[in-house]
């Protein structure tokens, strides 16, 4: 974790924030809440595949977008990097308009279950509290990245960690190797409050077990064990995924099929997260899922990746 390198020095011209996708090891579910939530034990694995973010002042706020998703990148205020800037303005006097530009080089896919968005607030947050100098604490960034989204404070801190909660209360968790990954990217994307609704559905007048961390899970990680992690994935999201999506299913096959550990839907999904025993076990898993057909970008990569951290300038 290395938000802190160069957070205050007001004298760049321009910050460069890398920050790493996460994958849901354990996404364990609990049954809606009265306020439409719902609670949640989430193991949180960050993964090398990174979105670049880049902020230089400017006389107003401009986002723009590179990478292959770029398009389906909004480039107004709902982005959440302007946001994330937009909210660390206004709590450090630096408001109301903020004068700033925010490019994204995106290489997490949009709406893939890999918290693309959540990732872009979390560098630009750090990334203009080191142009701005803001001083903010890590705590108050953490805090800022709470107000923004569940899965934001994550993307800050990087590593693996289970958050509670909504996910966003975490607890730092150990990771005793390198697990290696192939990330599928689906044709399309999935909603994640479509999922959810889709989870209440399917669960209705079910009991709905209360979320908690499984211990074989986090002692899997502990070791830096793949086979044990393999048999311990646990997405609660994955069958309301797979019914709004039903082509994962044969992706999932696939990748199994070519000798993965395990496949799982990443979080809301749509992209398939494939555990491999070791990097040629990953160019081969690669390899069927780009012949598929079925995904659009496949991706090979390791974790765990570190969180924010600002690069040399
Ligand atoms: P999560 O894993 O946290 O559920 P996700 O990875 O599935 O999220 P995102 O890539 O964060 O999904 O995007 C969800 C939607 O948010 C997009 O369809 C897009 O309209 C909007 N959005 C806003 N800001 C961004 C951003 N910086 N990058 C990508 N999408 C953004």
């Not at 005793?176 to 192939?182: A, C, E, L």
């Not at 994640?192 to 209705?204: I, K, M, Q, W």
């Given at each position: 974790m290395t938000v802190d390198s160069n957070r205050t020095d007001s004298t760049r011209t321009a910050v460069t924030v890398r920050v790493p996708a996460k994958v849901n090891v354990q996404l364990a579910v609990g049954a809606a809440r009265p306020?439409?939530?719902h609670d949640l034990a989430n193991v949180f694995l960050a993964v090398g595949l990174y979105d670049e973010v880049t902020v230089t002042p400017a006389d107003g706020l401009r986002i723009t977008c590179s990478g292959p998703d770029a398009g389906e990148v909004p480039l107004d205020r709902s982005n959440l990097a302007a946001r994330a800037a937009q909210l660390l303005a206004a709590r450090y006097g630096r408001g109301p308009e903020v004068g700033v530009h925010i490019h994204i080089d995106k290489d997490i896919p949009v709406a893939g279950g890999m918290a693309g968005g959540s990732a872009d607030a979390a560098g630009a947050l750090v990334a203009c509290d080191a142009l701005w100098g803001t001083g903010a604490s890590r705590d108050e960034l953490l805090a800022l990245c709470a107000e923004l989204g569940s899965d934001v404070p994550f993307s800050l801190v990087g590593g693996a960690a289970?958050?509670?909660?909504?996910?966003e209360r975490l607890r730092p968790l150990?990771?005793?190797?390198?697990?290696?990954?192939?990330?599928?990217?689906?044709?399309?994307g999935l909603s994640?409050?479509?999922?959810?609704?889709?989870?209440?559905?399917?669960?209705?007048g079910t009991e709905v077990p209360v979320p908690q961390a499984a211990p074989e899970l986090l002692d899997a990680l502990w070791q830096g064990d793949a086979v044990a992690l393999a048999g311990a994935l646990t997405n609660d999201l994955q069958p309301a995924a797979l019914s709004l999506f039903p082509s994962l299913a044969r992706t999932l096959a696939v990748g199994?099929?070519?000798?993965?550990?395990?496949?799982?839907?990443?979080?809301?999904?749509?992209?398939?997260?494939?555990?491999?025993?070791?990097?040629?076990?990953?160019?081969a898993v690669a390899a069927a899922l780009r012949g598929s057909g079925l995904c659009r970008a496949v991706r090979v990569t390791g974790s765990p990746a570190d969180g924010a951290t600002v690069l040399p300038g």
């Open positions: 306020d439409g939530f289970l958050g509670t909660g909504r996910g150990e990771v005793g190797g390198t697990f290696h990954w192939v990330f599928a990217a689906a044709e399309g994640t409050p479509a999922v959810y609704r889709e989870f209440d559905r399917l669960t209705a199994r099929g070519a000798g993965a550990l395990a496949g799982i839907v990443s979080g809301s999904g749509p992209t398939t997260a494939f555990l491999v025993a070791d990097e040629d076990a990953g160019v």
